[in-house]
């Protein structure tokens, strides 16, 4: 089987990222040209319910089968490969049934009396077959990134959004005529179509890389399997335990803000328009660059799990570290560029720079952000994920006591919502970090985040000098794309200068040419 090195499979990803970004992006605008306003909300009503259902059934085994099968690779063990598959295959399959027959079952229950629109039982009911078909790709998936080849991950994901994007613009002229929900249920099956395709692909991969038969003897491995199940349970309960705290979180969050902002003293209009300016246009701005923290993330996982299995501590010291200097490397030039620019970016992309100096205030602490997802890795990778989880949890507990606090103050409304996700940040990057120190004798880069303040505040300088200079308007584009190609010329240069990438790292490039022979 084809394997990469960390920085390839992590430059795989990236790029299956960008794509895929860009075509849901496309899909986004295709689904809402077509149905409206009022289709698009009966999609997204259906949409929380989705995701629960997939999170609970996939239980946090991409994760946990990742490391694994890198551990059972380090040492040549083929059979615990095997075992590990079938042990999975078993467990989402009873789990699909379980939550496939829930999600039909309580549909009506849902539609009436959770979402208050009995139409939303159309793209409910229409969604319900991808449960499986997701738990087998998890599986596939983890399989996949505990081997270290993650080129069958990014073309299955890219392969997905192709084929979403083909039917979704049929399906939902076709049921439109019969109505608004029966349009929101095509677009969900232009979903599962996607999904298919996309594991269909998977497992013709997975036929032509495997060595070994899957369904030989498989009674046998399975029988025997406790011992691998409780392996995988030790980081999939903690890892699914981590998604449902950010599930729960991402509930409660707005229902916190209303109550919050409404004892402020501000009236329901106004507290719908600050926060969703707040998390519909900033928040996508800041989490802007977590995609290409992810596949650091997925990557990491594999390479220091295979290098903790054969006792490289020097190794594992390195990945963690390459991984923070790298994810900063990623987010730092978004940082400056929202700090100093915020006005005509809101103004370019959404026609109103309200939330300016929110955006300028929050870009600078977010960039921490960026990093969690790597050490978040990094502990699940060391066998720590219930660490992780409860970092989650306290960060969690933290900021809503903190929203709570502030936000229900007039003096700052809106601003200690800003303030409780900085606050959140700060408290699940700094726990992770401890976690690290603690179990995994980990050394903090103090030099990497030296050098990186010093990238900061040299791009920050030089960005307001030629904002100044240019007297940049707050609509005129043709000014404001040569300083971002400027900027990005210095930031690159300055990377390279500092050495927070290097040229040794460039050489592992996995679309260099390959030599003629």
């Not at 707040?278 to 996508?284: E, Q």
């Not at 726990?431 to 050394?443: E, K, T, Y």
């Not at 904002?467 to 308007?473: A, E």
Request: hydrophobic share 55%; glycine share 6%; aromatic share 10%.
């Amino acid at each position: 089987m084809t394997k990469q090195t960390f920085l390839q499979g992590t430059l795989i990803l990236i790029a299956a990222g960008m794509v895929t970004r860009l075509l849901g992006f496309i899909n986004r605008i295709v689904v809402a040209r077509v149905m409206g306003e009022e289709g698009v909300g009966l999609y997204m009503m259906a949409l929380p319910t989705l995701i629960l259902a997939i999170t609970l059934t996939q239980f946090g085994l991409p994760v946990a089968i990742s490391k694994r099968v890198a551990e059972a690779e380090a040492s040549g063990n083929t059979a615990k490969i095997k075992q590990i598959l079938i042990v999975s295959l078993t467990l989402t399959g009873a789990l699909s049934i379980l939550f496939t027959t829930l999600m039909i079952a309580g549909a009506p229950i849902i539609a009436k009396w959770f979402l208050t629109d009995v139409r939303a039982l159309y793209p409910l009911m229409a969604i319900s077959p991808i449960v499986p078909i997701t738990a087998i790709s998890a599986v596939i998936r983890g399989y996949f990134q505990g081997r270290q080849n993650m080129k069958p991950q990014a073309v299955s994901q890219v392969l997905e959004q192709i084929v979403r994007i083909s039917c979704v613009y049929f399906l939902t002229h076709l049921m439109l005529p019969y109505g608004i929900e029966y349009a929101a249920a095509g677009a969900m099956f232009s979903v599962i179509i996607g999904e298919l395709v996309s594991l269909l692909y998977m497992m013709r991969m997975f036929t032509i890389k495997k060595s070994f038969q899957l369904r030989h003897k498989w009674k046998n491995y399975l029988g025997k399997g406790k011992e691998t199940l409780n392996e995988l349970l030790s980081i999939a309960l903690p890892t699914t335990g981590s998604r449902l705290v950010g599930s729960i979180t991402y509930f409660f969050e707005p229902i916190l803000v209303a109550q919050s902002l409404a004892i402020a003293g501000l009236t329901t209009a106004e507290t719908t328009r600050q926060y969703g300016e707040l998390t519909g246009y900033l928040l996508p701005l800041l989490f802007l660059p977590t995609f290409i923290t992810h596949s650091l993330s997925v990557a990491l996982i594999p390479s220091i799990s295979e290098a903790a299995a054969k006792g490289e501590k020097g190794l594992i010291q390195y990945r963690m570290t390459q991984s923070i200097r790298l994810s900063l490397a990623s987010g730092g030039l978004a940082t400056v560029v929202l700090m100093v620019f915020p006005i005509i970016l809101l103004n370019l992309m959404y026609g109103t720079a309200n939330a300016a100096s929110l955006l300028t205030f929050m870009a600078p602490f977010f960039l921490l952000l960026y990093i969690q997802a790597p050490l978040q890795a990094s502990l699940q990778a060391m066998d720590m994920a219930k660490p992780a989880m409860w970092n989650s949890v306290i960060g969690s507990i933290v900021k809503f006591v903190v929203l709570i606090g502030l936000a229900s103050q007039p003096q700052f409304g809106i601003q200690g919502v800003a303030i409780a996700m900085i606050t959140g940040v700060l408290v699940v990057t700094f726990l992770h970090i401890v976690s690290l120190m603690r179990h995994a004798d980990f050394q903090v880069p103090w030099m990497v985040l030296f050098k990186t303040g010093l990238l900061m505040v040299i791009l920050s300088f030089t960005a307001t000098r030629m904002k100044h200079l240019t007297f940049l308007d707050a609509s005129t584009l043709s000014q404001f794309l040569p300083i971002l190609f400027i900027l990005a010329i210095l930031y690159i240069m300055l990377l390279f200068i500092l050495k927070l990438i290097t040229f040794e790292e460039l050489k592992q490039l996995p679309f260099k040419k390959k030599p003629r022979p």
